[in-house]
Every structure is written in C-alpha cells, then in structure tokens.
C-alpha cells in the first residue's frame, strides 16, 4: 500500500487499540509513580493526586451520570477492591441528614436515637436499613436510603480527603476512626495505600471496557468533545 493511500477500517481499529493500551499503561505508571513520591516522604502530593485520578476515572466509568461525589463514591465501591468502601458509619449517616433541610433533616435525630454513640459499628447497608426500619415509614426508608451514600466509607473519603485536598491545600494524610469497630474488630485506617489500590482498580475497569468494544471506556462519547 502506497502512502497516500486511506488506510483500511481493520487498519485504523488496530491504531486506535494501540492507542488505547498505551493510554492505560500510562495510567498505570503515572499511578505507581505516585508510590515513589510516597515513599520519598512527599506523603501530602502523593495522596492528593491518587485522589485526583480517582476522581477522573469515576466520572469517565459513570458518564453520562453528572453527579461528582456519587460517581467517585460509587466507583469505590464497585471496583476499588476493598468492601469496606460500601460500609455505613452511623455518624456519617448522621451528619449527612442534619446538614440537609426538611424533613430529611429530622431523619438526622431519629437516627441519632438508634445509633447514640460515642462508640460505633460500620454496618452494612441491608443491616442498617433492617436495624431503623421501626422507626421510619416505607416512604421515608425510600427517601433516606438513595441518600445513604453519603454515609459510606467511601464518602468519607471524598468529604474528608478529595475535597480538602483539591480545594484547600488539605494536609490530612490518612483518616483513623476511633470507637468505630466493624465485627468486633477496631476499623482500619483509611489510608494512602487503600486508596491507591482502589485507584488501580478504577483504572483495571475502565481498561476492561475500553478492550471489550475498542472504544474509550466502553463508548467514544465519553471522550468526544472532552
């Protein structure tokens, strides 16, 4: 084939893979750079850039879904390896309500009610709903549960690590939750390293999806006009 010839469709699907698994690899680099960094102490740049990426690659796995904190919560949970992510800590659950207005904000004392603290139990969300299902209405459980993402584990992360390090030069390296157990055991920190792994997974799925079909993250609409 001379030079100046178009090249075929079977021609530019194999240029576009290619460029799609460079993509990927470079992703994967660019995120285990971010061990070194952490390693050589820079603890505060290393943190804020996995979140950084994390939040990238949450919005591209949930598009066309405009909602940042839910994507990054959600893409956590679904593939950042690590179940803890989905767990509900009470007083997150708490907090999140009291902040609301309504009648959602009166959900935040009857929950206060059940879970009074100062010590608390990460709970999985069927055990929660099964444990305040007494003292809500149907409709309310409805109500308060499409919010209960906001009372994860992984939404700690984004309020209390992504948020303050993007928009406030944050300096919290890691997270620790006292008088918080889960099956009687005391709750891990939530660290640098968690949420690199979560990171990796984050990108593993969207590599997944990207080679299924030969499209950036599974549909080229995500990219186009990006």
């Known amino acids: 084939m001379r030079e100046s010839e178009p090249k075929t469709s079977r021609e530019n699907e194999v240029t576009k893979r290619d460029y799609i698994v460079a993509f990927f690899d470079d992703a994967r680099d660019r995120a285990n750079f971010l061990l070194d960094l952490h390693r050589k102490s820079y603890r505060s740049e290393a943190l804020t850039l996995c979140l950084v990426y994390i939040d990238s690659f949450s919005q591209w796995l949930f598009w066309p879904r405009d909602q940042s904190g839910r994507n990054f919560v959600d893409a956590l949970v679904e593939f950042g390896g690590d179940s803890d992510y989905a767990l509900l800590h009470p007083l997150a659950v708490i907090r999140t309500f009291a902040a609301m207005k309504g009648q959602r904000k009166d959900f935040s ?6 879970f009074p603290g100062p010590q608390y139990s990460l709970l999985e969300k069927s055990e929660f ?3 305040i299902s007494d003292a809500f209405s149907r409709k309310e459980l409805k109500l308060l ?4 993402w906001r009372g994860t584990i992984a939404n ?3 309020t209390r690590l992504r948020n303050p390090s993007v928009h406030n030069f944050g300096r919290e390296w890691e997270i620790s939750f006292d ?9 891990r920190n939530l660290t ?5 792994w979560g990171l990796l997974g984050l990108i593993d799925e969207a590599r997944r999806r990207s080679l299924v079909n030969n499209q950036w993250f599974g549909n080229d609409n995500i990219v186009k006009g990006a």
């Open 156 to 158: 700690i992360a984004y």
């Open 109 to 114: 004392a009857r929950v206060q009610n059940l």
């Open 192 to 196: 640098f390293e968690r949420l690199h």
């Open 145 to 148: 549960e499409a919010e209960l």
């Open 179 to 187: 008088n918080t157990s889960f099956n009687g055991n005391s709750t």
């Open 129 to 131: 709903l099964k444990r």
